[in-house]
């Protein structure tokens, strides 16, 4: 059943329309004046404002007005009199469905409503159909379709159009603003803006200004009225990005930001409504810092609503051939130079190595190659001596360099004998177990945490083919 809303200051007409659109199986829904007609806009689930355009104190007019600025979906049809056809014009352009002159005929009047509708549920598909497409745009370009990074564009998907906050995490380059976006582009804030915002590379007093804004004279150098970017991202989404390097007074205000739902200028005191959906974005580990008291509690679980954790480039070497190829496209039609050949013995190098800068890292090493590489195909010359493994430079084994993480370089360590007994036993399970001196449940969890398992196990069905 269809709502339509009538608006007219005689009762007499109000009556009348109300039997004709009931019996056509309508809710019917009046009112005889604007007020009225607004909180009914408002509040009830309507389909069609059928308004007279004379009425008292408020017109047509401003309810058109209104509903064009708040549900500009809704279609508006005005009954006119005769001497106000200006009026209906100037109504047209400014977002009218269509009006009709008074004294009408029922039946025109009913057509005149059905358009209206049809018009509405025509717009309503090709929004829907916008939507489809946008989806299927922003995660055209991500690549991956191994089961966890599968995973997290699944629940992307399902929370997209939810309002929930969102903290993405993983490590450095493994595509967390990337997702971020496809977020914000699949959600219905997506004609709004999306702002990122690095927390991380201001001092606390900009970061706040950046954030919220400044009034002019609020500190040396604020010489006029700035928006902060909680502003600027109104009714569409904040990206703050390295959320764990945020100081804990700048955590405070942002906590208070995301509770009252406004902000208020550094410096000023109005309160200014604000309407954004935050995504955080962090490559550490937060749980931790509230253990050390560097980051506020009440402050994660309300950024953490939705967690998404983008696993590293390690832990889905499938993925690894697909981005490979993917970059290579990309670059090569850059740089217009002919489509570069990969042979499946340097492929291999590009799966065995670690990817400790993960696809950022993939991404600079490809676009490197294709700008020096000019052969065509890729050969073991061209490729940079991290690829070609540790023992290159044996003597750089047990330096550490700023940015050391000595978990992960005993997994790289790990994953390489892994790989490597994997292959010497030819997938063999029980085998691999002996070469490596360790069970079979222990090398069954380091096949699961490396991601080896799915190629063992493809590659031995291949093989015993
Ligand atoms: N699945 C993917 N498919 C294609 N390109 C990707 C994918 N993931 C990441 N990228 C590309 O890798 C680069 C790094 O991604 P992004 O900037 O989103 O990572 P990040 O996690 O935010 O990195 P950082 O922690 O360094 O800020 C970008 O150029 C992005 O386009
Ligand atoms: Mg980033």
């Not at 401003?62 to 809704?74: A, C, E, R």
């Not at 993405?168 to 702002?195: C, N, Q």
Request: aromatic share 6%; proline share 3%; with cysteine.
């Amino acid at each position: 059943m269809e709502n339509i809303l009538i608006v007219d200051d005689e009762k007499g007409i109000l009556d009348l329309l109300t039997v004709v659109f009931q019996k056509q199986g309508f809710k019917v829904f009046t009112a005889m004046n604007a007020e009225k007609a607004f909180t009914l806009i408002n509040e009830e689930d309507i389909d069609l404002v059928l308004t007279d355009i004379k009425l008292p104190q408020k017109s047509g007019m401003d309810i058109l007005t209104y509903t064009v600025k708040t549900k500009p979906n809704l279609p508006v049809v005005l009954m006119t009199a005769y001497g106000t056809i200006n009026q209906a014009v100037k109504a047209l352009k400014a977002g009218a469905t269509d009006y009709i002159v008074k004294p009408f005929d029922i039946e025109e009047l009913q057509i005149i409503v059905k358009k209206g509708l049809e018009r509405r549920s025509l717009q309503a598909e090709n929004i829907r159909l916008k939507k489809e497409l946008y989806k299927k745009n922003e995660f055209e370009n991500i690549v991956g379709k191994s089961k966890k990074i599968q995973d997290v564009f699944d629940l992307s998907k399902k929370i997209a159009d939810t309002d929930s906050t969102v903290l993405i995490s993983g490590e450095s380059g493994t595509g967390k603003e990337m997702v971020a976006r496809a977020i914000h582009y699949l959600s219905r804030r997506r004609d709004k803006p999306f702002v990122s915002l690095n927390c991380g590379a201001l001092p606390e007093n900009l970061l706040e200004s950046e954030l919220f804004g400044h009034v002019k004279g609020a500190f040396t150098g604020a010489v006029i009225n700035k928006k902060g970017m909680f502003e600027v991202a109104d009714k569409g989404s904040l990206m703050l990005d390295e959320i764990g390097e945020m100081s804990p007074l700048t955590q405070v205000k942002v906590l208070r930001a995301l509770q009252e739902k406004s902000i208020r200028k550094v410096g000023g005191t109005q309160e200014i409504p604000v309407d954004v959906r935050i995504i955080s974005v962090t490559n550490q580990n937060l749980k931790e810092m509230i253990k050390d008291g560097s980051f506020r509690e009440d402050l994660f679980y309300r950024l953490n609503v939705i967690s998404l954790k983008i696993p590293p480039l390690r832990e889905r070497t499938e993925d690894i051939p697909l981005l490979v190829n993917h970059f290579l496209k990309k670059y090569c039609l850059k740089m217009d130079r002919k489509m570069k050949r990969i042979t499946p013995e340097i492929m291999k190098i590009f799966e065995a190595y670690f990817w400790p800068g993960n696809i950022r890292e993939l991404e600079n090493m490809i676009e490197r190659i294709v700008a020096i590489e000019e052969r065509e195909t890729i050969t073991r010359d061209c490729l940079p001596h991290e690829l070609l493994g540790m023992q290159s430079d044996p003597d750089k084994a047990h330096e550490i360099s700023p940015g050391f993480d000595l978990n992960k370089t005993l997994d790289e360590i790990s994953r390489q004998y892994v790989k490597e007994a994997l292959d010497r036993a030819k997938n063999n399970l029980k085998q691999t177990s002996d070469i490596l001196g360790i069970n079979y449940r222990s090398l069954r969890y380091l096949i699961d945490k490396f991601d080896l398992k799915l190629r063992s196990e493809k590659s031995r069905q291949q093989g015993t083919r």
